[in-house]
């Protein structure tokens, strides 16, 4: 699923293509053509965590949520697709281009005035990636919550918006917290220092790199030569960057979504975890995890 770096690096590059311009045509898979839009100037273009908000004229709102396999893509006036027609879910066009968005499971017109009342928009906590941000307020919103372990609070978008479910597990590994610690024996600068963390490493990743955790890059520099990209997940059986110990992997929450953690940096009873291997010697370790 599409994390909060990912949308908002997609809204950055559709704004200049789409804010100001007339709608030449909307159309979506429920309803088909919009003609009454048609004309109407796109006003802005937003994310909001994991959601597109595209305003349109005065009144109406698009609203996508890209879930797990929704995925955007531009095309000129008039190219062939390279999708088939038969997955598109909504189309935007202007005078030059097409925007058309595959597979989401989440696309709907609004009103302007019910965006407020939206049953989920309306309970989402802080964009984490928002230019400021209260720390304080999250880690209230935080305590409200009834999360079973820390790995359900950050992925509880009520909470704040914008972690995915490799952010969590990176997040963890940084602050050396296990996935399945519960929040209530974390203190409110533990909660805070995680929602720091979250955002620092998010806000690194908004250029036009592949994700990566290790550290942050600067635009046009490489990784070197076999270096893994992120420290703990998708890399189960692997040793820990940090301390030589294999990566641990589950399947974690209701949902069943991947987690990875080091057992001996992350031990389940929040322990301080031990010292620093070769590797991250080499290389540095994550933000707040030294």
Known sequence: MPEGDTVHKL????????????????????????PELAGERVAEVAALG??????LGERAV????????????RYARG?????????AVVRLDTADWSFVCHQAP???????????????????????????????????RARRREARSA?????????ACGVGNVYKSEVLFAERVHPERDPRTLGDDAIAALYATARSLLRQNLGGWKRTTVRALAPGESLPLGMPRLFVYGRGGEPCLRCGARIASRLHGDDARS????????????????????YAASHGSPRGAA
């Open 11 to 34: 809204v950055n590059a559709m704004r200049p293509l789409l804010e100001g311009r007339a709608l030449a045509k909307l159309w979506l898979r429920d309803r088909g053509d919009v």
């Open 62 to 73: 698009l609203h996508v949520h890209l879930g797990m396999n929704g995925k955007w893509l």
């Open 106 to 140: 989440v696309c709907e017109l609004l009103r302007r005035r019910d965006v407020a009342l939206h049953p989920v928009l309306s309970r989402l906590g802080p964009d984490l990636l928002a230019p400021e941000i209260d720390l304080d307020l999250v880690v209230a």
């Open 259 to 278: 987690t990875y953690w080091c057992p001996r940096c992350q031990p389940a009873q929040g322990a301080a975890g031990a010292g620093r291997g070769p």
């Open 79 to 87: 190219q062939r697709w390279t999708r088939s027609a038969a997955t």
């Open 50 to 55: 994991k959601h597109f908000l595209f305003v």
């Open 151 to 159: 790995a359900e609070l950050l992925l509880d978008q009520r909470v």
